[in-house]
C-alpha cells in the first residue's frame, strides 16, 4: 500500500473528520486507483463518477450539487481528455477544479479535438478566480489559463491549414508526418511522434468541418476545393 493512505487516515484523526464522499474527475487510473486504499479504511465512502463503473460507483450528473460546510462543488461536465471528464467549480471562491482538461504547466491530451475546444469554450465562461488542476501546481488567473489553451489549439489548427495550403513539391496533398516535420522543424524528431497524434486530431477536426479532405487509402489530407497538381 502506499503511504498516502496512512497520511489521510492520520489526518483525519487529528482533524476528527471523515471522506463521506470521494468525487472522481474521470477513469484514467492516475485518478481512481487510490479508492480501494481509501475504501479499505472507509468503507461507507460514497465514491462519485460520471458514466460509472459497474459496482458501488454512483453517477455525476451535469449540474449536481456537492455541499459540506463552507464548500460548494457544482460539477460541470466537459468532455474532451476523456468523454466522462468532469470539472466541478468551487462556488464560494469561484474557482474550478479542472481536471486533466487543463493542466498546471505543459499542454493536456485529448480523446477528440472539436469535443476539447467545446469544453474549453464553455469552461471559460463558468468561473474567474483560481483552477485547480489534476497535476501540477494551482493557476491562480484560471480563466486567463483556459483562455491560453484556447488560442494555442487555434494556433496549431492555423498552422496545419497554412501547411496544406502550400504544394509540397510534388502534389498539394500531405501526409501527417510532414506536416509535423514542418511544423515542428524546430523540435528535436523524437518528439514527432507524439505531435503527429496531434497534428491527427487537427486534422479530424478540419475533415469534419468540410474544411479539408481525406484520402484513406494514400492516408493524405489536402484542402478542400484546393485540386492535386
Known amino acids: 500500500m502506499p503511504a498516502w493512505p496512512a497520511s489521510l487516515k492520520r489526518v483525519l484523526k487529528e482533524e476528527n473528520a471523515s471522506v463521506d464522499h470521494a468525487i472522481l474527475t474521470h477513469w484514467h487510473p492516475d485518478h481512481v486507483k487510490g479508492v480501494p486504499d481509501l475504501l479499505s479504511f472507509s468503507p461507507a465512502t460514497k465514491v462519485y463518477k460520471n458514466q460509472p463503473d459497474e459496482g458501488t460507483q454512483l453517477n455525476i450528473a451535469d449540474g449536481q450539487r456537492f455541499e459540506t460546510d463552507g464548500a460548494t462543488l457544482r460539477a460541470f461536465h466537459c468532455p474532451?481528455?476523456?468523454?466522462d471528464h468532469m470539472a466541478f467549480i468551487l462556488e464560494e471562491e469561484d474557482a474550478m477544479f479542472t481536471g486533466d482538461n487543463v493542466l498546471g504547466s505543459g499542454t493536456a491530451v485529448f480523446e477528440d479535438l472539436a469535443t476539447y475546444m467545446n469544453?474549453?469554450?464553455?469552461m471559460a465562461q463558468q468561473f474567474t478566480g483560481r483552477a485547480y488542476p489534476g497535476h501540477g501546481p494551482v493557476i491562480e488567473d484560471g480563466k486567463a489559463k483556459v483562455q491560453e489553451y484556447i488560442k494555442h489549439r487555434r494556433e496549431r489548427e492555423a498552422q496545419v491549414?497554412?501547411?496544406?495550403?502550400?504544394?509540397?513539391?510534388?502534389?498539394?496533398s500531405w501526409k501527417s508526418m510532414q506536416i509535423v516535420k514542418e511544423i515542428y522543424k524546430d523540435v528535436p524528431e523524437t518528439l514527432h511522434e507524439a505531435a503527429q497524434r496531434g497534428v491527427l486530431q487537427v486534422l479530424g477536426k478540419l475533415t469534419t468541418e468540410g474544411k479539408v479532405s481525406h484520402d484513406p487509402s494514400a492516408e493524405t489530407w489536402r484542402l478542400v476545393g484546393k485540386s492535386a497538381l
Open 161 to 172: 491549414l497554412e501547411v496544406l495550403a502550400r504544394s509540397n513539391g510534388v502534389v498539394s
Open 119 to 122: 469544453s474549453l469554450d464553455r
Open 80 to 83: 474532451g481528455h476523456t468523454t
